[in-house]
């Protein structure tokens, strides 16, 4: 079955960089299109920043200019690395593929503090 499992979150200062990753299973990874998505507390799931299978990316405005997303079709990996964090990054970010009604991966927690 399709597993998404996402790695590299923590603790980081206001400014700091991160990179999460999140390693997929079960699905022909380069033919499809993967997102990242954050929930913070209290807060409805919103998307961040998305990759077509021919590699064309999209990001939330809140986070243009600061977060890349990647992918790595050998690995079956895809990366979203975060520069410039702010505290209004902390959230708990999941891995998609297929949109909302797809699949998610566990979430890691990304915090930005001092």
């Known amino acids: 079955q399709v597993q998404l499992v996402e790695s590299g979150g923590g603790l980081v200062q206001p400014g700091g960089s991160l990179r999460v990753s999140c390693a997929a299973s079960?699905?022909?990874?380069?033919?499809?299109?993967m997102g990242w998505y954050r929930q913070a507390p209290g807060k409805q799931r919103e998307f961040v920043a998305g990759?077509?299978?021919?590699?064309?990316?999209n990001n939330a405005d809140s986070v243009k200019g600061r977060f890349t997303i990647s992918r790595d079709n050998a690995k079956n990996t895809v990366y979203l690395q975060m520069n410039s964090l702010k505290p209004e990054d902390t959230a708990v970010y999941y891995c998609?593929?297929?949109?909302?009604?797809?699949?998610w991966g566990q979430g890691t927690q990304v915090t930005v503090s001092s």
């Open positions: 079960g699905v022909s990874f380069r033919l499809n299109a």
């Open positions: 998609n593929i297929g949109g909302p009604n797809g699949y």
């Open positions: 990759i077509s299978r021919g590699d064309t990316t």
